[in-house]
């Protein structure tokens, strides 16, 4: 069976083989933070048990992100030349593998290959998700479209931490990376039967489209790429340093951190969609997607700062109150960023696009367990890692606010595209 798409200009609601693709994606990358996310539920038992250092178990936990910030490049322009379908099936069969390798490692070394090698499978996700989503879906969907994709990386998480610590807690942790990684494969015979056929609206193939100099020199891509990466900083240091937080810190059982953990993941789930249904409603209202996009990006990062408060406040409860906001922030944020980066490359960039903008914001993901890793190893308190993030998010809310200027399509002079194999320029 096939998706056979109706050209976004020719209608006005989703269609019912359109809504399979966009489940599917959203499954994918429910899927895709799981793995990556399942790291971190682990490290308070594989790090004393493979006598894992807290500076040593920031460089793992930060390993997959060298891999896959550095082929986010390669990865847009593949999924700009290339079939978006293969493309993704291809990186979603090499990650689960990895994850399920993950469950037989029994050195230092092999973790981090291992998480290298997700990194490389993992790359592909988001050139692909935007590509699919601006060459099918127009503005005026853009917002819950990216808003329920973006909820699957906040349910993944929610679902592998509450999940994964329950049965680690029971069965350690090696069974569970195995089941995951094997399971997650079940994922691509539905792709196979639902995946879009033919060559998507804006698929070149033939280099032709912004090359990557041109797309750099726009000072809206700047904006966009450090604009995500202190969102993204804020993120990763939640998804790989909450759990170890949470029992080394505030006492909490293997049980417990997983609630808590998960909770903070459903409520930034449900504010991304909430947010991205109602920036949807505003637009068709007659609001202008610089308006609306931009005010979800800048006050989402602005209000997720009270993320401080959580190590100030001496009860538990009161703490995961404080926590709760700040991911309520940072999930309005969440609704909108990507939404911003479509619009504003359009079909014919958007694989490039994307791809730089993973590349430089998921930097984030090296930078922000690392850091946290070094603070706590050196003050032997959370503190500073917890300022530092804070920091982070209002540097972010000041660029999206000054830095990033009208969020509407770039008009791409013809004859500046690159051509030919993956040149930059």
């Not at 196979?192 to 797309?215: H, K, N, V």
């Not at 249904?277 to 602005?302: F, H, N, S």
């Not at 706590?376 to 000054?402: D, E, K, R």
């Amino acid at each position: 069976m096939s998706a056979t798409i109706q050209p976004p200009a020719l209608r006005s609601h989703i269609p019912r083989t359109l809504w399979a693709v966009l489940a599917l994606m959203v499954v994918s990358v429910a899927i895709n933070y799981i793995d990556r996310g399942s790291l971190s539920t682990a490290a308070p038992l594989l790090g004393p048990e493979m006598k894992i250092a807290p500076d040593k178990l920031g460089w793992l936990l930060s390993a997959f992100f060298w891999t896959y910030s550095l082929l986010q490049i390669a990865s847009g322009w593949l999924v700009d030349r290339y079939e978006v379908k293969w493309v993704m099936a291809a990186g979603f069969f090499a990650w689960s593998i990895a994850t399920a390798a993950t469950g037989w490692a029994d050195t230092f070394a092999a973790l981090f290959a291992f998480r290298l090698l997700l990194g490389v499978g993992e790359s592909v996700a988001y050139p692909c998700y935007s590509k699919i989503v601006s060459a099918h879906f127009p503005e005026q969907q853009r917002g819950l479209v990216n808003a329920l994709i973006d909820a699957g990386t906040k349910l993944g998480p929610a679902l592998g931490t509450l999940a994964g610590g329950l049965l680690m807690a029971r069965y350690g942790w090696r069974p569970v990376f195995v089941i995951l990684g094997l399971g997650g494969l079940l994922w691509l015979p539905a792709w196979f039967w639902w995946m879009p056929r033919g060559r998507a609206p804006g698929q070149t193939g033939s280099g032709d489209g912004p090359g990557f100099l041109e797309i750099l020199a726009q000072r809206a891509a700047w904006a966009t790429f450090l604009g995500q990466f202190c969102g993204n900083y804020f993120w990763y240091f939640l998804l790989t340093w909450l759990p170890s937080y949470l029992v080394k810190e505030r006492g909490l059982s293997m049980d417990q951190m997983a609630w808590v953990s998960a909770a903070a993941y459903c409520v930034t789930a449900a504010a991304t969609m909430v947010t991205g249904w109602l920036a949807d409603r505003a637009i068709t209202g007659g609001a202008t997607p610089t308006q609306v996009r931009k005010a979800c990006a800048k006050y989402g990062l602005g209000f997720a700062t009270v993320v401080l408060g959580v190590v100030f406040v001496p009860g538990t409860i009161p703490a995961m109150v404080i926590l709760m906001l700040a991911c309520l922030g940072y999930g309005i944020f969440a609704s909108s960023h990507w939404a911003i980066s479509q619009t504003i490359a359009g079909p014919s960039a958007v694989g490039k696009w994307t791809g730089l903008q993973n590349c430089i914001a998921n930097m984030a993901g090296v930078a922000a367990p690392a850091i946290t890793g070094l603070v706590v190893q050196q003050t032997g308190q959370y503190f500073w890692a917890f300022a530092v993030s804070a920091g982070v998010v209002l540097t972010g809310s000041a660029i999206y606010t000054f830095m990033l200027g009208p969020v509407e399509p770039l008009k791409w002079r013809p004859g500046e595209a690159g051509s030919g194999p993956p040149t930059i320029g």
